[in-house]
């Protein structure tokens, strides 16, 4: 046995480092969600955390997010509406002016 090879290589099972990789997350991640009590299911083996094959399948299927019909946007115009009660408290009467000018030709930003 070389000194890289697991005592529990057992087909099927990955290590955390291995599943992470799988994911593309964070070893902290894992080891976070092993904590919590969320995420993937795993198998203690000892002091080893091991993750099934199977299990991580399953896992990323049960995560699909599917839409159940796309918005038929050629028909739909949407235009961004601004109402002066939702404006931040923080802007300055200047933007306020420059939008009403775009919006009034009557309106300049020196009134």
Known sequence: MTPYQSPLLVPGLLDESETAAILKCSLAKMRSDRFYRRGLPYVKLGRNVRYRL???QTYVDSHVVRHEKAADFDNTKITPQRSPELTHPCSSK???LAFAHKTDPGITPSN
């Open 94 to 96: 200047l933007t306020h």
């Open 54 to 56: 199977e299990d991580i």
